[in-house]
């Protein structure tokens, strides 16, 4: 076993400024790639994003983001991951008031 | 568009640029276009104050095992990341090391081992941590199997004739580590369902194990998944169109392609659509087989409104299911997060040119190592 594989790294080829970057994302899946990518294609200075899961038997994800007016990319992903953030904190709570206060059928279920 | 007779859908959802196409033999429009520089002149950046007017949670159905409700406003990735971390990635404990001292059952050890594996338990996963190496009373729950069948003595001819002649999943018995037995007093660990058989003996057969639980995840084996299912659907959707209604006397057939309740007839032989069960429509597309109601209706699912159906199997509650899910989905948020503030420290540290990802890259030969 080598030293622990960093959460996140930098792919070869990267613009200097991380204007356009790809970040290998370890142990992750399409879980949170498909979700983070939406959540950066929302960002209008994002000029491109996607990502993909290489190959099953590799537990990581890469992730390309390309901005526009040289912004850095590494800002755009910190941001997305805040918004997913406060994005479900939202849905939790409105989750959680559902639950707590609308009218809802309660049945019995034999198991 | 479709009769509002009865409004229990809102205006927002005859939206077409929320409706998702279903023909004959294909699905069209199913990819969200909203996103900035799609539509020139709209501003569909991301917005948590827009957000949190347009979503809308709602608790359909609640049973003790499963529960039903809707989500609606959220994109595809999104409610898919929570479907996907409810199945795989909520954790549960589950029996992973078995110790046979005795088993002259007809069922070989390794398959009574991968049925034990499989056995739901009752404990709380948020009190155990997982186990890196060492078990501990922190990590590891112990169960005992030891049952030996016999022969009942003077049984009756139609009564049972031996005792333990099936080993259930209410034989195991906990024995308590180090700190467990005051933790878990009040509720000791055991399967959430007693029933189980695990196998079957006759007289003079017996099993004698040690069965150590731990803490896992449903991505590493399906033994730890918390749920049965988790899964949702669209919210079904039927437009008639105006210019072209139903003919009278076919508006009994017509409504026959529909599943019960979802058109209604009046008298007179107009049809039109019950928004109020409009959800229970199977989408069958039995109306588009038949040529005389060509181009009389369309079918449609609405693209941001998922029905989530929930059933718990293990320690959950079905309710608590999907908070979990959230739960999860913010610590992997938070791992990233701090992986990307440590790599834009490491950057800026680098100064303003020099490549931050000359010293991460991949090897001379462009591979990426693995570890």
Known sequence: ?111 | MASSSSSHLPASVFNPRRHVGVHAERVSDVASTEFPGHYPGEDHSWSLAKFKETLKVSVKRLSQRSVEFDLVGVDASIANAFRRIMLSEVPTLAIEDVFVFNNTSVIHDEVLSHRLGLIPINVDPRLFEFRQDIPLDRNTLVFRLNVTCERIKKASKDGPQYINEYVRSGDLEWVPQGEQESVFASNPPAATNKDIVLAKLRPGQTIEMELHAIKGVGKEHAKWSPVATASYRLHPLILLNPSKPVPPHLAQKFASCFSPGVVKVSPDGQVSIDERHLRKETMSREVLRHKEFEGCVELKRIRDWFIFSVESEGPYTPESLFPESIKVMRGKIASIREAAEALLADSQDLGSGSAPAASAGPDADGDVEMA
Request: hydrophobic share 35%; net charge negative.
């Open chain 1, 1 to 111: 076993m080598a030293q622990a594989t960093p959460k996140i790294r930098i792919l070869q080829g990267a613009e200097p400024d991380l204007s356009a970057a790809t970040y290998q994302i370890h142990d992750e899946s399409h879980t949170i790639g498909n979700a983070l990518r939406w959540m950066i294609m929302k960002n209008p200075k994002v000029e491109f994003c996607g990502y993909s899961a290489p190959h099953p038997s590799e537990n990581h994800i890469n992730m390309r983001i390309q901005m526009y007016d040289g912004l850095s990319s590494l800002t755009a992903l910190l941001e997305a991951l805040k918004n997913l953030d406060d994005l479900c904190v939202t849905i939790d709570e409105a989750y959680t008031h559902s639950m707590q206060n609308d009218q809802y059928e309660r049945w019995d279920e034999k198991s």
